[in-house]
Each structure stands twice: as structure tokens, then as C-alpha cells.
């Protein structure tokens, strides 16, 4: 009779052991699976941004940004769009420009070079003062010579700094104001159907190589679109005023980085 009572009670606690296990065990499972009527939390959608270039859409993780700008390629980003601005340029709009003549081709680029205050960037980047004159915003209080131009309007297309930095002031579509009373080849106005490429830099110091680099990938984008391409410097086309690029513009070294034939330098390839 006792055996039996021990038997009966070893069971019954063989019972209470299995169930309990069995019970810790879907307690866990019930912990790790999430509770079906539990809300869900909404995520984020993700942000769509648009390619300057192109239009297309896209996921803004997946653009190239650059200057407050989203493209969707690199190709994108270094070109030159139809509304006529390039993508690897800083862009910064003057107020000094106009619409060109109609039926004007677009088929010189002048070379000029510029330097606010004269001959400073040698001893620290100026190229917000360069930027500040081609949006009329200049502090004539900050350098005498900023009194002496003060009062005029200028831009130009594009700037490239010592650091070779590019910026963009006005549209290749629109009429930039940097060549003044100029004639080449007999046409005169040569703003109407130029563009101006601005060097920082002056008359007495050499450009630098990085110069000369941006300086020939921004041809080569701007020949895309404009195939029939000229070039010659500021004074080439107002030699009674102008005297820029100067004779440390090596025209030889721009002719050899950019593959421009020699039809297309009418001035030729001697620096002057």
C-alpha cells in the first residue's frame, strides 16, 4: 500500500514538473512574439529630392549633393544643364546681365583675369570680395580701391580662384557684362555672343596648375553645347584698354590640357 502511495506521488509531481516547464516555455515564446493587437509604429516616409539635371526622382540618401543642389550621377553633376548653368559650379546670380540678341550663336569665350584687392591673394583668399562685385554687394569700406569701383556693374560668366574653386554668376543662354567696348574678327560687342571666364589672379604672378585643370574640364562641358567655340583674351578684343589674362597666361599649356585647334585661337598660342 505504500509503495502505491509513493508511486502516485511521484507522478503527480512528474505531472506539476512537466506542465510547469511547459508553461515557462510558451510564457517565453508569448514573450518574444509581438502581441498581434499591439498598434504598430508608422515609420518615416523617405525623402524624395529631385536631380537638378535631369528632374528625376529620387531618394535623397542616394543623391550626389553639392551646394545645396541633389543630382542622381556624377556624369549629372558635371554638366552643363538646359537652362545653361553648370553643375560643378557655385552658383551665385549677378543682376548685371541681359538676354542675348536674337539669333545670336554663342562662339567666343574670353579669358580674363581679376583680383580684389590687387595682388592680396598672395597673401590670403580673396574670392569672396570677386563674388561680393559681380552681385553689387561690395563694402567700398573695406580696401580704398573698393571706392574706386564702387559704382560699377560687372559679372561674368564664370570665376575660377586659386584654389580652384568655380563659380557661376550668369546663365551661357544670357549676356554676361565683362568684355565692355570690344571687337573680335570684326564683330563688334563681343558680350552679345561671348562667354567670359574670369582667372583669379593679375598681370605679375603665374596661374596655377589647378587654374588651368578646372579651367580646360569647364571647356571641354561648354564645347557639348557650344561646338563652334572660339577663344582669345580680354585684350585681344579691347587691346586699347585691357591687358588680361597677361603675359603669365600660357596659352600653350591651355591648348595642350584642352586639345583646342589651332583654327580656333586666331591670336595664336604666344603669351602676351
Not at 16 to 40: C, H, S, T, V, Y
Not at 115 to 122: R, V, Y
Not at 202 to 225: C, H, M, S
Request: glycine share 6%.
Amino acid at each position: 500500500m505504500f509503495k502505491w502511495l509513493l508511486l502516485f506521488a511521484g507522478a503527480g509531481l512528474f505531472y506539476f514538473w512537466l506542465k510547469g516547464k511547459k508553461q515557462a516555455k510558451f510564457d517565453q515564446e508569448k514573450a518574444i512574439k509581438p502581441k498581434a493587437n499591439k498598434a504598430r509604429v508608422p515609420t518615416e516616409p523617405e525623402a524624395m529630392v529631385q536631380c537638378q539635371y535631369c528632374k528625376v526622382h529620387l531618394p535623397q540618401p542616394d543623391a550626389i549633393v553639392f551646394d545645396e543642389r541633389f543630382y542622381c550621377s556624377k556624369a549629372h553633376l558635371d554638366s552643363l544643364d538646359e537652362q545653361g548653368w553648370l553643375g560643378s559650379a557655385i552658383w551665385r546670380a549677378s543682376p548685371n546681365q541681359d538676354v542675348r540678341p536674337d539669333h545670336t550663336q554663342t562662339d567666343l569665350i574670353l579669358i580674363h583675369h581679376i583680383s580684389l584687392p590687387p595682388g592680396e591673394f598672395k597673401n590670403h583668399s580673396c574670392e569672396h570680395h570677386i563674388v561680393d562685385f559681380f552681385q553689387n554687394t561690395l563694402d567700398p569700406t573695406l580696401h580704398p580701391y573698393f571706392t574706386q569701383i564702387a559704382g560699377q556693374k560687372v559679372s561674368s560668366h564664370f570665376l575660377i580662384t586659386r584654389a580652384g574653386k568655380l563659380f557661376q554668376f550668369v546663365s551661357t543662354h544670357n549676356k554676361a557684362w565683362h568684355a565692355g567696348a570690344s571687337q573680335f574678327m570684326g564683330r563688334e560687342k563681343c558680350n552679345d555672343f561671348s562667354i567670359g571666364i574670369e582667372l583669379e589672379g593679375d598681370g605679375d604672378t603665374p596661374f596655377e596648375d589647378v587654374q588651368y585643370q578646372v579651367l580646360a574640364n569647364t571647356i571641354k562641358e561648354l564645347a557639348t553645347r557650344y561646338p563652334n567655340l572660339h577663344f582669345a583674351g580680354h585684350s585681344d578684343v579691347a587691346p586699347d584698354r585691357k591687358t588680361d589674362p597677361g603675359k603669365y597666361f600660357d596659352w600653350k599649356k591651355f591648348q595642350k590640357e584642352t586639345g583646342i585647334a589651332a583654327e580656333k585661337m586666331p591670336y595664336g598660342f604666344v603669351s602676351r
